[in-house]
């Protein structure tokens, strides 16, 4: 089993519409980072969240970390083609703050 | 540009071949990370470089050999891979451990 499962793996919607992709974990995490990869490109880092019940908003994308801290979601509201992307979360894990464990990431479409 | 770069972008090499791929970071960072990412599976940590001494090696196999000459540049040295070794290998560096990661643009590796 994924230490970090996302859902859903892939979405396709049209621009303009409202989407949010989840990361569910059976761990607590201290805390819990959202990377967005381009194709052709390799991950950037959108958001770290840190406290339960925590919301982040960055302009259209809307970050919440779940109260118990083991689950988040990713909310981007009236969605653009420039947002197509795979979107991955990602934590420490094992002990280590060199060791980051990824999310298999939802690949989202966003057609014109 | 994420002040991440490596080369070569694209490697096409046969299962007997040795080749390598680059790494360098222009950030002034101490740490730098290979990341292997392919098609089913989650970005997978393998090796991590601090101050040019090894801290992680994720059980990765001796066909891989990491090489760390200087905190700028890392290499992964490639000697009798596998098919099922193509990937998009992941260059990315931090100031230190739990600090931001930064990724560069992937190098397509593809073993025929």
């Known amino acids: 089993t994924q230490l970090l499962e996302q859902s859903p793996q892939f979405l396709s919607i049209q621009e303009g519409e409202n989407l949010t992709v989840y990361c569910n974990s059976s761990?607590?995490?201290?805390?819990l980072q959202w990377y967005r990869q381009e194709p052709g490109e390799g991950p950037v880092l959108l958001v770290t969240?840190?406290?339960?019940?925590e919301v982040k908003k960055l302009k259209r994308l809307t970050f919440q970390f779940g109260d118990a801290r083991k689950d988040s979601s990713l909310h981007i509201t009236a969605a653009q083609p420039g947002d197509t992307g795979l979107y991955l979360c990602a934590v420490h894990s094992g002990g280590s703050n060199y060791k980051l464990t990824f999310g298999k990431g939802t690949l989202l479409t966003v057609n014109p | 540009e994420t002040g991440v770069t490596q080369t070569p972008r694209h490697l096409v090499m046969g299962m007997t071949n040795k080749k390598s791929l680059k790494c360098e970071q222009h950030?002034?960072?101490?740490?730098m990370y290979w990341y292997k990412q392919s098609a089913k599976k989650p970005l997978e940590l393998m090796f991590v470089?601090?101050?040019?001494?090894?801290?992680e090696n994720n059980s990765v196999p001796s066909r891989f050999s990491p090489e760390c000459p200087n905190s700028s540049h890392l290499f992964l040295h490639l000697h009798t891979l596998q098919p099922e070794d193509s990937a998009l290998y992941l260059c990315?560096?931090?100031?230190?451990?739990?600090?931001?990661?930064?990724f560069g643009e992937g190098s397509w590796l593809t073993v025929v």
């Open positions: 950030l002034g960072h101490n740490a």
């Open positions: 990315a560096s931090s100031r230190h451990s739990g600090n931001t990661i930064y």
């Open positions: 761990s607590v995490f201290s805390s």
């Open positions: 969240v840190v406290t339960g019940g």
């Open positions: 470089y601090s101050l040019e001494e090894r801290v």
